[in-house]
């Protein structure tokens, strides 16, 4: 059985996605970010979803105060996202739309990488440079197991894995193995 990649645009009622095979560990790995990065890079150019992200999540954090800005997306990625695991031998890859409204019309939800894809998002439209964190929690296993996201504030890269339910931004996860991807 092949493991798919999945990728959701657009977030209609008529569920707009693309499969695609996946390949195997790492260069599976190497795959998706390619296709969350891409994701991000499209849809940091449309201005209704900066408006939704100025008005919806950042409101009225004050000007010039990039931290407050990043929180409060790391916060609602964190908080508004349930965490669900991607169907069996699938890997999930949406916009900001389909995160929201068309994975489970009921309540957003997703894997570290869609919160994270999420997140990431909201940093660019905001005018921040994200990036993915891909790590391996165990040196010697055949793929990375989890991924969060990063931002560069003031020449400071930030940590921000809106996974875990209880942990503020800055956390990290202890990992064996570290790889900071570029979205940009």
């Known amino acids: 059985m092949k493991r798919v990649l999945q990728i959701f645009r657009e977030g209609r009622d008529e569920i707009r996605y693309l499969n695609q095979p996946l390949l195997p560990g790492e260069q599976g790995n190497v795959q998706t970010l390619a296709a969350m990065a891409e994701v ?8 209704d979803l900066r408006v939704f992200v100025l008005r919806e999540i950042v409101r009225d954090a004050a000007g010039h105060d990039s ?17 669900r695991r991607d169907p069996f031998n699938v890997e999930r890859v949406a916009d900001i739309w389909s995160t929201l409204y068309a994975l489970n019309p009921r309540e957003p939800e997703g894997d570290c990488g869609i919160k994270s894809g999420f997140f990431a998002t909201c940093a660019a439209l905001l005018g921040y440079k994200p990036f993915f964190v891909v790590i391996k929690q165990r040196a010697m296993q055949p793929a990375f197991n989890h991924v969060y996201a990063a931002a560069l504030v003031d020449g400071v890269i930030r940590y921000y894995d809106p996974t875990p339910p209880d942990k503020p931004a800055g956390w990290e996860v202890g990992a064996a193995v570290k790889y900071l991807y570029p979205v940009f």
């Open 67 to 83: 931290l407050d800005e990043l929180r409060r997306c790391f916060e609602f990625a964190q908080q508004r996202i349930t965490y």
């Open 40 to 47: 991000v890079r499209e849809q940091r150019v449309q201005p």
